[in-house]
């Protein structure tokens, strides 16, 4: 291709200098030279269109090829994506199950717990109040002994003493005061029973409310960490 420029350059330069014919725009021009650059144009051309055609073929082949691989790399792209999310959503859905699973385990250990702590308190009711009712029926029994005693002692004085007006006086007098007495004792030891039955029930109120605190608190912080991990999901509580 440089040799037909140079050639038709060279074309030019002889057109432009050649002598002109008077009366005309005409020029005379070496035919020799203008012939022979007109061979080197034609012996130029056919290797260049040639080559120029090749570019062109290739260029269609090159066109074709590489928007066949565009195709295909943009279908291997398509299939890449769609496995990468098909696998993202597998991996998704796996990790919802696993939080789901997790959290059932949690709300039945919870349960379980908040099982053991009722059955537990339920116990150690049963327990204070069967400790607190023999303990109330032992001090009625030591206030009745005591009662009885006082009456027979009193009895007794009264018997030992009815031949004597004054004494008889005296002896009645007493054993009012003795059994006044008994029944005072008999009602202080009664009330001494309720107070300690009382501060035991107290007691065990306060381990139910501490041990439905802690089941609270538990089951409040197992509420705050299923609502960041695994959100939309819904419990039941235990209300008491």
Do not use: W
Request: glycine share 6%.
């Amino acid at each position: 291709m440089y040799r037909v420029f140079e050639a038709l350059d060279e074309l030019v330069t002889i057109v432009e200098e050649a002598r002109g014919v008077p009366m005309t725009s005409s020029c005379v021009v070496p035919r020799g030279d203008v012939l022979e650059l007109l061979d080197d144009v034609r012996d130029a051309l056919p290797g260049e269109v040639d080559d120029a055609q090749d570019v062109l073929d290739k260029r269609d082949e090159i066109v074709n090829t590489a928007r066949q691989q565009a195709d295909e790399t943009i279908n291997s792209a398509n299939a890449d994506a769609e496995q990468t999310l098909a696998d993202a959503r597998a991996e998704a859905e796996r990790l919802v199950a696993d939080a789901r699973s997790q959290a059932d385990q949690i709300l039945a250990d919870a349960d379980a717990e908040a099982d053991r702590a009722v059955a537990a308190g339920r116990a150690e009711y049963d327990q204070l109040t069967e400790r607190a009712r023999g303990e109330s029926e032992r001090m009625i029994e030591a206030g009745r002994d005591a009662y009885d005693r006082s009456v027979q002692e009193g009895l007794a004085e009264q018997a030992r003493l009815v031949a004597d007006t004054e004494v008889v006086r005296a002896s009645h007098s007493e054993a009012a005061r003795i059994v006044d007495d008994a029944n005072a004792e008999a009602d202080r030891q009664r009330n001494e029973c309720d107070v300690y039955v009382d501060d035991k029930l107290a007691e065990f109120a306060d381990l139910l409310s501490q041990t439905l605190r802690t089941v609270d608190q538990g089951r409040n912080h197992l509420r705050g960490g299923a609502v960041g991990s695994a959100s939309g999901y819904s419990r039941n509580g235990y209300d008491y």
